[in-house]
T-cell receptor, first 110, second 115 residues
Framework: KNEVEQSPQNLTAQEGEFITINCSYS?????LHWLQQHPGGGIVSLFM???GKKKHGRLIATINIQEKHSSLHITASHPRDSAVYIC????????????FGPGTSLSVIP | NAGVMQNPRHLVRRRGQEARLRCSPM?????VYWYRQLPEEGLKFMVY????????ESGMPKERFSAEFPKEGPSILRIQQVVRGDSAAYFC?????????????FGPGTRLLVL
């Protein structure tokens, strides 16, 4: 069993739809990242969470430490949101090593 | 304040050659992490370095791979005698501190292609 899992693996949505991507993990963490990677592109850090909820524009990220679960929501989705979204946890070691989820590939159709 | 810089962005090598990937962390950051993303696979941790020290190299292949972060200059990931299976995107990230989930800032990556 992977230490970090994401669902769904692939997601196709119509423009304007509300999107939710889920992340669950099995290790103790000090924080969780949501990352965005466009095809052939670099990695952008969207959020870093250690508790509660954060909002940035149309993106909302929540985390429940007790349940070891986080969600990334995209409101009013747009084709430019098409990318791979990666959940990454920062483990509770002295080195803060990052463990990545497998990613969710999102395609938003006009 | 420039972000994390990596060069080259693309690197082509023939089997048996050496590849050197460079990472300049954000100004003031003394912690560097290297990650590898193989084709069709997720990101995997390789090594964590502080200035002049390798802190955790548990993700590094045992042979042909080495990393350094000298007192002056960028961090270098070196791959000797490259093989086709080394073709991947290599990302580095830097952070200011560790502990408490300090944000890591990612570079744009170096895409290595081994012919």
């Amino acid at each position: 069993k992977n230490e970090v899992e994401q669902s769904p693996q692939n997601l196709t949505a119509q423009e304007g739809e509300f999107i939710t991507i889920n992340c669950s993990y099995s290790v103790g963490i000090s924080a969780l990242h949501w990352l965005q990677q466009h095809p052939g592109g670099g990695i952008v850090s969207l959020f870093m969470l250690s508790s509660g909820k954060k909002k940035h524009g149309r993106l909302i990220a929540t985390i429940n430490i007790q349940e070891k679960h986080s969600s990334l929501h995209i409101t009013a989705s747009h084709p430019r949101d098409s990318a791979v979204y990666i959940c990454a946890v920062i483990g509770k070691t002295s080195y803060d090593k990052v463990i990545f989820g497998p990613g969710t590939s999102l395609s938003v159709i006009p | 304040n420039a972000g994390v810089m990596q060069n080259p962005r693309h690197l082509v090598r023939r089997r048996g050659q050496e590849a050197r990937l460079r990472c300049s962390p954000m100004k003031g950051h003394s912690h560097v992490y290297w990650y590898r993303q193989l084709p069709e696979e997720g990101l995997k941790f390789m090594v964590y370095l502080q200035k002049e020290n390798i802190i955790d190299e548990s993700g590094m292949p045992k042979e042909r791979f080495s990393a350094e972060f000298p007192k002056e200059g960028p961090s270098i990931l070196r791959i000797q005698q490259v093989v086709r299976g080394d073709s991947a995107a290599y990302f580095c990230a830097s952070s200011l501190l560790i502990g408490g989930g300090e944000t890591q800032y990612f570079g744009p990556g170096t895409r290595l292609l081994v012919l």
